[in-house]
Nanobody
Framework: QVQLVESGGGLVQAGGSLTLSCVVS????????MGWYRQAPGKQRELVAT???????NDADSVKGRFTISRNNARNTVYLQMNSLKPEDTAVYYC????????????WGQGTQVTVSS
């Protein structure tokens, strides 16, 4: 059973920084892509950033230049470094893993709350 466990969320003032971590049970190299999504109250879940097994990244326009996704294969961990945080970044952040073997299987963590105060 694949498990994704996020940590690192919390309360921070606007302009501050946080680093989220997602530890995966098993090798993250077995997934085609890892990523972070977020969901604010009353809104749909949206993509924040993704990273492939070869390190290619994709960021949402709203976080470009402020957030950085990275991975440590030896630690089976994916990170999201968040700088220059804004109140509109407030959301529950979810770790995501995608595995494509004949079909696509998506795995999600339980989420971690990030609250940015103005």
């Amino acid at each position: 059973q694949v498990q994704l466990v996020e940590s690192g969320g919390g309360l921070v003032q606007a302009g501050g920084s946080l680093t989220l971590s997602c530890v995966v049970s098993g090798s993250i190299s077995s997934f085609n892509a890892m990523g972070w999504y977020r969901q604010a109250p009353g809104k749909q879940r949206e993509l924040v950033a993704t990273i492939t097994t070869v390190g290619n990244t994709n960021d949402a326009d709203s976080v470009k230049g402020r957030f950085t996704i990275s991975r440590n294969n030896a630690r089976n961990t994916v990170y999201l470094q968040m700088n220059s945080l804004k109140p509109e970044d407030t959301a529950v952040y979810y770790c995501h893993a995608k595995r494509v073997v004949y079909t696509t299987t998506n795995y999600w963590g339980q989420g971690t709350q990030v609250t940015v105060s103005s």
